[in-house]
């Protein structure tokens, strides 16, 4: 594992780098510290620039968050979210289903999502074909959504999760719930999940496509060994683990990227 103190020391070995959203990049709320900086640097010296999210929404709703966090626009050259991978798949009728049951983090963003596919939304799971899993409302326990998906589960619906994020990194330094811990526990539960979003291939391949690269020029930068670096292992990309937002609490205690790296029985990153 080798350990870096500047992304500019390993970028010209690469073609294209490849940004994870929450916790590496901002924190939901507005940039870390020289982030935007960072980035118009690297984009400045000529480095093609990417986000690869775990977000259920669609790509052009995350590439204006980043705008309004002060990332500038058009330096990244193209924003793959799972959200916008799980659209694409629905619109090219890969997806069986076509009535869901939305979990959100706000009122609309299902149908904001839906917006040009031939798809409806349902209250009730019994007028529903499936369980769209996108997010959760900030600063929420997860008790409204379970109890939505125990009536899912009881039903037989099957679950797409467009965000397996576990938790994600907030302004205050606490953690949210996401998604995927609630679609772990429905598959815990007998339920059926349809994953879209790191660390799952597919969304690493959706952007690999847009980039037009073979795997190995392509670097992924990331703060979660379970999404982030064991994915990019997965799709034959390289990484770099940024040893804050997830983990943060943890190197503050001392721990080393290898032996988080081994807990988590992750691939080993450039750090």
Not at 227 to 253: E, M, N, P
């Amino acid at each position: 594992m080798q350990a870096i103190a500047s992304l500019s020391l390993v970028a010209d070995q690469f073609d294209a780098l490849v940004f994870d959203q929450w916790g590496v990049l901002h924190n939901g709320q507005t940039a870390y510290g020289a982030a935007p900086d960072v980035v118009a640097a690297l984009r400045h010296n000529g480095c093609r620039l990417a986000v690869l999210s775990n977000s259920g929404k669609r790509a052009e709703a995350n590439a204006s968050r980043l705008a309004a966090f002060g990332f500038g626009d058009g330096v990244f050259e193209t924003v793959m979210t799972s959200g916008e991978a799980f659209w694409l798949d629905v619109a090219a009728g890969h997806v069986p289903h076509r009535a869901f049951l939305p979990i959100v983090a706000n009122p609309g963003d299902a149908r904001i999502w839906g917006a040009g596919l031939e798809v409806r939304f349902a209250d009730d799971p019994e007028l529903a074909e499936a369980v769209l899993l996108m997010g959760l409302p900030e600063g929420s326990d997860g008790a409204e959504a379970r109890a939505r998906m125990q009536q899912a589960l009881t039903q037989g619906l099957p679950v797409y999760c467009t965000n397996p994020d576990i938790s994600s990194p907030r302004a205050d330094g606490m953690m949210q719930l996401s998604p995927g811990a609630l679609a772990r526990e429905y598959a815990d539960q007998g339920g059926k999940v349809i994953y879209y979003g790191k660390p799952h291939l597919p969304v690493f391949e959706a952007l690999r496509r847009q980039l037009d690269l073979p795997p190995r020029r392509i670097l992924m930068i990331g703060d979660s060994l379970e999404h982030d670096i064991t994915g990019a292992a997965k799709a034959g990309w390289r990484s770099v683990f940024i040893q804050g937002g997830l983990y943060r609490k943890a190197f503050a205690g001392g721990a080393t990227p290898a032996d988080l790296a081994r807990a988590a029985n992750s691939p080993s990153p450039i750090t």
